[in-house]
Nanobody
């Protein structure tokens, strides 16, 4: 089992940047596929990006490609999401999540979730 705690959210102007972090507990962090999701007010939670256990492969939904970068540091049990060129439509609660490495990287079936961190992009 893994416990996840996000940080780094906040208020930013459109066009600005934020870096989210997710601290994971446990000794097997590198065995998990890690992902970021977000939930905007009144909307379903949506998949944003994922990264393999080694960090060698990543996946992004089209709306964030070229603007967001997912990365991980297995030595520090941390996951990051660098968000650049932020838009008001990026406003949401962002969640990190973990799952076993089954299936394709685009799979959204995650097992463990953090509590979320709020990102607000002001126009």
């Amino acid at each position: 089992q893994v416990q996840l705690v996000e940080s780094g959210g906040g208020l930013v102007q459109a066009g600005g940047s934020l870096r989210l972090s997710c601290a994971a507990s446990g000794r097997t962090f590198s065995t998990y596929v890690m992902g970021w999701f977000r939930q905007a007010p009144g909307k379903e939670r949506a998949f944003v990006a994922a990264i393999t256990g080694s960090g060698g492969s990543t996946y992004y939904v089209d709306s964030v490609k070229g603007r967001f970068t997912i990365s991980r540091d297995n030595a520090k049990n941390t996951l990051s999401l660098q968000m650049n060129s932020l838009k008001p439509e990026d406003t949401a609660v962002y969640y990190c999540a973990a799952r076993r490495p089954w299936g394709v990287l685009a799979s959204t079936a995650y097992d463990y979730w953090g509590q979320g961190t709020q990102v607000t992009v002001d126009s």
